[in-house]
């Protein structure tokens, strides 16, 4: 009677239960699958063209793809918000390199970063952007070119990070927030914003123009070494 009738009706919300699960695994399974087929695509087409070009003995094009290929596996590698300064600093000479031939060598690069600091733990996607602003707001006239210098120390335990370039100082009463700001800030101010998120109070995002002159951007943030990174960063956040 009502208990057969109770049974049934747990049953068939048991099944109805296992099959909502079933096609929720299976529509994760299909944007894994997904996500994995257009940056494979993006791979090959990349390989396709840098082939053409080499065929072709256009040797500087082929190696701009190489970099940009270069820079989207970079970018698509996994899920993970966080890298090393080491791989940060391989995607910027990536970009770079892409600039330099675009410039036709008017841009140089400086790096000069201590191999101590090469391991800590970062957020995907800072340096490229600060470099990338150097570039694309610093200079007056950008196909005159310019030196573009990173450099990076670890000082009381924190690294420090410094972009600068030999073009215009900062505007009067420049600064970058998260609200509204000017154009050139917009991809400082989420490198800014990203790494606040991550590092909380411990880390500084500093603009100042040096003696020297041109425009620099400092980051600091504490040294997590890249496997304890997560242990660390409950500690930032107790």
Excluded at 157 to 178: A, I, T
Excluded at 199 to 211: N, R
Aim: proline share 4%; charged share 25%.
């Amino acid at each position: 009677g009502n208990s057969f009738n109770r049974m049934l009706e747990r049953l068939e919300a048991l099944i109805q239960q296992l099959y909502i699960e079933k096609q929720a695994r299976l529509e994760a399974q299909l944007k894994t699958l997904h996500e994995q087929i257009k940056p494979h695509f993006l791979y090959n087409a990349l390989l396709i063209i840098r082939s053409t070009a080499m065929r072709s003995g256009d040797a500087e094009t082929a190696a701009m793809v190489q970099n940009l290929s270069n820079i989207l596996r970079y970018v698509l590698r996994d899920d993970q918000n966080f890298t090393t300064v080491r791989d940060e600093i391989n995607n910027v000479l990536d970009y770079f390199e892409i600039v330099r031939a675009g410039y036709e060598n008017a841009f140089v690069l400086e790096v000069d970063v201590d191999p101590a600091m090469l391991n800590a733990v970062i957020c995907k996607l800072t340096l490229q952007p600060l470099v990338e602003n150097c570039v694309e707001h610093g200079f007056d006239n950008p196909s005159e070119g310019g030196r573009i210098r990173l450099t990076g120390r670890i000082v009381d335990g924190r690294v420090s990070l410094v972009v600068w370039d030999d073009g215009k100082p900062w505007p009067e009463n420049f600064s970058v927030s998260d609200e509204e700001c000017p154009s050139e800030s917009i991809g400082m101010a989420n490198v800014r914003r990203r790494m606040a998120l991550t590092f909380g109070d411990a880390c500084a995002f500093h603009i100042f123009t040096p003696e020297e002159g041109g425009a620099a951007v400092e980051l600091t943030f504490p040294y997590r070494f890249g496997v304890d990174f997560e242990d660390k960063r409950r500690e930032i956040y107790s």
